[in-house]
């Protein structure tokens, strides 16, 4: 699918293949749905390129601190895989001023999160 163009965008990310086909968000703008995506900051600029009218939702962690502690915590990956993905996170965080707006998912606070990217996402309809 990658060699015969079908993803708007995609990416190997720690090693995996990720993307979001052409055929389906085609297929949701059709329909004048609100597609939804969650990738990468690669994948958002790829997007904002190609698509008018694109609006980046950056969720972030209160401190780098804490995505350590939550990805030891959930027990996935290994030390190097979570150095890796802190030294990630902080090139990410450089990319802030291209973004659209910035929520910051805090620590045992998912429901607040929720509700203000509810809110973006209800705003720009």
């Known amino acids: ?18 993307g979001n086909t052409k055929k389906e968000i085609a297929r949701a703008l059709e329909k004048r749905l609100p597609v939804i995506l969650a990738v990468d900051c690669q994948g958002a600029m790829t997007i ?27 027990g996935q990956d290994s030390q190097e895989v979570i150095k890796r993905r802190i030294k990630k996170a902080k090139e990410e965080l450089k990319t802030l001023k291209n973004w659209d707006y910035i929520v910051v998912n805090k620590e045992n606070k998912l429901k607040e999160t929720i509700n203000k990217v509810k809110n973006i996402i209800l705003k720009n309809l």
Do not use: D, H, P, T
């Open 1 to 18: 699918m990658i060699r015969k163009k079908c993803f708007l965008e995609w990416a190997r990310v720690y090693g995996y293949y990720y």
């Open 48 to 74: 904002k390129k190609k698509m008018s009218g694109v609006r980046v939702i950056f969720l972030i962690v209160e401190s780098l601190k804490n995505l350590e502690k939550r990805l030891i915590k959930r």
